[in-house]
């Protein structure tokens, strides 16, 4: 069964760190953008960052830009968003998704569970 495992959510308070893990299983990401998206309450799903996993390349929201970072482990088959300077405004429950090819958008074919993400002033 091909899934995405989600992990790394919290409480934490501004200005801390948090790393959210994406795993896949039943299959590879090799040939797969894998994208993190976030939806607080009462909002639309929005994207966080996107990486390309066979040659790392990534993108981020401008909301995020210089204080998230993707990352991938090729090993262990994981794509890593680590979380720095974090807001209240980033509070939300993110998920991973996955498509073939360079980039990942909301229509992904391969979603994670979600995992809750809340930021305390």
């Known amino acids: 069964e091909v899934q995405l495992v989600e992990s790394g959510g919290g409480l934490v308070q501004a200005g801390g760190s948090l790393r959210l893990s994406c795993a896949a299983s039943?299959?590879?990401?090799?040939?797969?953008?894998i994208g993190w998206f976030r939806q607080a309450p009462g909002k639309e799903r929005e994207g966080v960052s996107c990486i390309t996993y066979n040659d790392g390349t990534t993108y981020y929201a401008d909301s995020v830009k210089g204080r998230f970072i993707t990352t991938n482990d090729n090993a262990k088959n994981t794509v890593y968003l680590q979380m720095n300077s974090l807001k209240p405004e980033d509070t939300a429950v993110y998920y991973c998704?996955?498509?073939?090819?360079?980039?990942?958008?909301?229509?992904?074919?391969?979603w994670g569970q979600g995992t809750q993400v809340t930021v305390s002033s």
């Open positions: 998704a996955a498509d073939r090819g360079r980039v990942v958008t909301i229509k992904a074919s391969h």
């Open positions: 039943g299959f590879t990401f090799d040939g797969y953008a």
